[in-house]
């Protein structure tokens, strides 16, 4: 019973950690967009500029528009370091079950992804 529960943890860490990569990737990207909307902020020599809040855009102050920008960029930053930990505990996890069903079953498990 003790096994098949510690297979059960694996297997749902092994989701997590599946979810938490496509979590990062997607934060990685809005980092990427981010940043290249603050080095196009730059380049423009507009004093109000367009942007979308929601499904509108609004003519906005440039000056408004750069502190929003970095304040997103703030927000998801944070959370990618976030995700990054959390995955980092995932994989810890997931090497402690290994070792755990590894030295009981052998070669008759396989927890690797192909």
Known sequence: WEDQ???NKFGRLNNRFHELEDEIKIAKETN???????????LTDEDVVR???????AHVPKDEVE????SMK????QKLEKLEEE???VVAQMAELKKI????FKDSINLEED
């Open 5 to 7: 529960q510690n297979i």
């Open 32 to 42: 990427e967009n981010l940043e290249d909307a603050s080095n196009e902020l730059i």
């Open 51 to 57: 942007f979308q809040i929601g499904e509108v855009f």
């Open 67 to 70: 502190n929003r920008i970095e």
């Open 74 to 77: 703030e927000v998801t930053s």
């Open 87 to 89: 995955k980092q505990s």
């Open 101 to 104: 069903l590894y030295a009981k």
